[in-house]
């Protein structure tokens, strides 16, 4: 976990550094981590298990601000309510309805919970559970593109630059 976020922490300071008046450059912002009571009622609100890595990133961090261009991690303190989560739901609820997510290969039963929304509501990261597709566990998706990572690592190592998204793209 601490080198998921200590790789971000370079990459958003890279950015700081070269655009200081971007509010999409800064730092991310930590949290104080969620407790076991908050993140099984997480759970519960997502309507999902939770994904292990997903799960250690809560026992550290309870949510990031500029997770990744001013988009924020959602947490366990940003649920049931909140502007971030009413946006990101608002996308979801977008995505489901056209069928974005049937067209890049879940099911129509796929469970899709949000944790992460641009400013503007057009791009996402979605939680997935889909019994048909258990590889499939996160989906980013927005302005046309999309990609499904298996491991909450494997989306930090893409928002840090580690690694490309075309390694996980669904072209």
Avoid: C
């Avoid at 890595?53 to 909140?82: A, I, K, Q």
């Avoid at 996402?124 to 298996?150: C, H, L």
């Avoid at 491991?151 to 690694?163: C, H, I, K, N, Q």
């Amino acid at each position: 976990m601490a080198e998921w976020i200590d790789r971000l922490v370079a990459a958003r300071n890279a950015d700081h550094r070269s655009d200081p008046e971007s509010d999409l450059s800064a730092p991310p912002g930590l949290r104080p981590p969620a407790d076991a009571a908050q993140i099984v009622e997480l759970e519960r609100w997502l309507r999902q298990p939770i994904e292990p890595g997903y799960r250690e990133f809560l026992e550290f961090s309870d949510g990031m601000g500029n997770f990744r261009s001013g988009m924020p991690l959602l947490g366990w303190r940003d649920w049931p309510s909140g502007d971030t989560l009413s946006r990101a739901l608002r996308f979801r609820d977008l995505v489901t309805s056209i069928d974005v997510h049937i067209d890049e290969g879940l099911t129509e039963d796929a469970v899709l919970a949000p944790l992460s929304v641009n400013a503007d509501g057009t791009v996402g990261i979605f939680m997935v559970w889909d019994e048909e597709s258990p590889e499939k566990r996160y989906f980013w998706v927005g302005n046309g593109d999309a990609a499904f990572f298996s491991t909450l690592s494997e989306v930090f190592d893409v928002a840090s630059g580690a690694r490309s998204w075309s390694d996980f793209s669904t072209e």
